[in-house]
Structures are given as C-alpha cells and as structure tokens.
C-alpha cells in the first residue's frame, strides 16, 4: 500500500505570500501529525489531529500558521504572510490509534523556502 | 523538560564497528521512545523502539539500552554497514506528539 504522500515536494515563495501544503495520510489512519524540521534539527511538532478535530495544536508557532482536515482524511497546512523564518521541511506523519500501538509513518516532506 | 538530548552530532565507524548513540530526557511522563532513521530528501522511518518498562530491545543488528533511573537510552548498531550511513534520531512520546532529538550523522566508511 502507499504510504504517506506529501505535495508539493518543494515549495518557493516570496516573503508575505500565502501557502497551503498538502497531506495525503496512509489510507485508514485515525491520526495525523505536522512537524517542521530545520536544516541540521531534529522533526519539532506543530499540530496532531484526531479524526477531524486537532487534538493538540500547541507546536504551531503563531496564528499565521493554521491546519485543516476537513473529512478526516487529507490534512492541509496554512501559513500566511510567510517569512524567512518559516523556511523548513514540513513533515507530515500518519499512524493507525489501536491501543498502545501507535508508531507514526512519516511522508517525504515538503521543502519550503521563503524568499 | 520536554527537550531529548542528544549525542554525538556526528560518528565516523569503520565497517563492521558498533555505532553507540545516546540521548537523556527529563520528562518522566514519557511513555514511548522510537528511533528514527532518515536518509537525506527523505521523512525519517521507524528503525526501532521501546517502553520505559524494557531494559532493553533487540532488532536485529539494532540494540535499545534503556535506563529508567538514569533518563538515558542508547542505540547501538553492530556490524555497521556502508549502508547505515544516514542520519538518526532519537524521540520521547509526550501526549501522542513526538519530541526529537537534535539528531547523529551516522558515516560507516568501508
């Protein structure tokens, strides 16, 4: 089966402009996570989702950053008014909540870079 | 309290060497800890993990030490292979969201 797939692979912006970053989880996982990872950093957390509802969006760093998943399914990633600041790579992980066992799948990630 | 840290930065092994990386926490809320290992352009992919109540985990040529008492976990890779080379990182589950280590450059030279 396919596994996490994000788009677009990269993404370059001019500072101020909008972007939305796609993820498509692996078919049947409840839950959805975004992280950011800088260049030389470890994956740090921005928002999980349960089914539809984010069930923890404390990782997000300010209210330019905003995520959706409207069906439960395919998450999109919001950011506003992007700045220098904000260039990363976007993780997006998927996992399948069956008592303990809850080991997240992680996507290629999309690379942003702000102008 | 949430951090996971993490060393070395970076380990030059010999092939068939065992590579030994460490990481502490302090948050004892902590129930899960997964190695991640992630091959540059790529999302890091699940290599192993364990449970606070395990001492220890093998997969494989791939070890989990794990010391509650201490906070501390280690990984250790035996007979490392050219093909291990990648970059690896250690996480605390905190909640459902992972908190990552700053990660080790892991380079197995033939």
């Known amino acids: 089966g396919a596994g996490v797939s994000q788009t677009p692979s990269n993404k370059v912006t001019e500072k101020g402009k909008y972007v939305e970053l796609r993820c498509d989880p692996i078919s049947g996982h409840t839950a959805l996570y975004w992280y950011r990872q800088s260049l030389g950093q470890g994956p740090e957390f921005l928002i999980y989702f349960q089914g539809t509802g984010a069930a923890d969006d404390s990782g997000l760093p300010n209210d330019r950053f905003f995520a959706v998943r409207p069906e439960g399914s395919v998450s999109t990633l919001k950011i506003q008014r992007t700045e220098r600041g904000d260039s990363a790579v976007y993780l997006c992980?998927?996992?399948?909540?069956?008592?303990?066992?809850?080991?997240?799948?992680f996507g290629p990630g999309t690379r942003l870079t702000v102008l | 309290q949430q951090q996971v840290k993490q060393s070395p930065q970076s380990l030059i092994v010999q092939k068939g060497g065992i590579s030994i990386i460490n990481c502490a926490y302090e948050?004892?809320?902590?129930?899960?800890f997964p190695w991640y290992q992630q091959f540059p352009g790529k999302g890091p992919a699940l290599l192993i993990a364990i449970r606070p109540d395990v001492s220890e985990k093998k997969e494989g040529r791939f070890t989990i030490s794990f010391n509650k008492s201490a906070k501390q976990f280690s990984l250790h890779i035996m007979d490392s292979q050219p093909g291990d080379s990648a970059t690896y990182f250690c996480a605390a589950r905190s909640t459902d969201k992972l908190i990552f280590g700053t990660g080790t450059r892991l380079q197995v030279f033939p």
């Open positions: 992980a998927s996992s399948f909540r069956q008592g303990t066992s809850n080991e997240q799948f």
């Open positions: 948050n004892t809320a902590f129930d899960y």
